[in-house]
């Protein structure tokens, strides 16, 4: 079973609107963080927020918020006032310290900002 | 602060060719990781370092590809020879691993070696 499931292969958002961007996950681990990374065409992975498990609000690094959702495990990340330089791959990752203790990736959601 | 730096940042080679990448993680960052990231999907994880120590090596295919961490810094990833699936981006990260299963340790990447096998 896929651990990180991102169900939005490709996104569209006019500039300046806000976006937000799946993410479900599968744990039995009560012990897990969660994490979102950009990745534009340059290729570099961009760490933008992190979500841990016990944490009892959502995750918000400027224009980034996390809409964690802990009983429905998903993860959703919201960019707010879309930019034309956030059209770039976005990946969802879990990690679980107790068990395999490495970063797994979802399949990435493409988000196209258009003026 | 310097990032994780990589080189090369591309690759050409003909199959059955040696190749090797080359990562400098953050300073004073312990944990070393190597991804490979093949088109359209998340990275995957091939060997991740704890200093020196290679401690999870299981999807690393070891006919092929060998890696190391001397004097727990930089690393080096090799493939002998490569093959045409082996075409990829090949990513390093690395992470200050504060020990105790912290699931907050936070991996920086480079910005990858895009390896094209012909």
């Known amino acids: 079973a896929q651990k990180i499931t991102q169900t939005q292969p490709g996104m569209f958002v006019q500039e300046k609107e806000a976006v937000t961007l799946d993410c479900t996950y599968d744990?039995?681990?009560?012990?897990?963080?969660l994490f979102w990374y950009k990745q534009p065409s340059s290729g570099e992975m961009i760490f933008l927020i992190y979500q841990g498990s016990y944490d009892q609000q959502n995750a918000t690094e400027g224009r980034y918020s996390l809409n964690f959702q802990k009983a429905r495990k998903s993860a959703n990340l919201v960019i707010s006032a879309s930019q034309l330089g956030d059209s770039a791959m976005y990946f969802c990752?879990?990690?679980?310290?107790?068990?395999?203790?490495?970063?797994?990736f979802g399949t990435g959601t493409r988000l196209q900002v258009f003026p | 602060e310097a990032g994780v730096v990589q080189s090369p940042r591309y690759k050409i080679i003909e199959k059955k060719q040696p190749v090797a990448f080359w990562c400098n993680p953050i300073s004073g960052h312990n944990t070393l990781y190597w991804y490979r990231q093949n088109l359209g999907q998340g990275p995957e994880l091939l060997i991740r370092y704890e200093n020196e120590e290679a401690v999870d090596d299981s999807q690393l295919p070891k006919d092929r590809f060998s890696a190391e961490r001397l004097k727990g810094v930089d690393s080096t990833l090799k493939i002998q020879p490569a093959e045409l699936g082996d075409s990829a981006v090949y990513l390093c990260a690395s992470s200050l691993d504060r020990g105790q299963g912290a699931s907050t340790d936070t991996q920086y990447f480079g910005p990858g070696t895009r390896l094209t096998v012909l």
């Open positions: 990752a879990m990690r679980e310290p107790h068990n395999t203790d490495k970063l797994i």
């Open positions: 744990t039995s681990d009560p012990s897990y963080g």
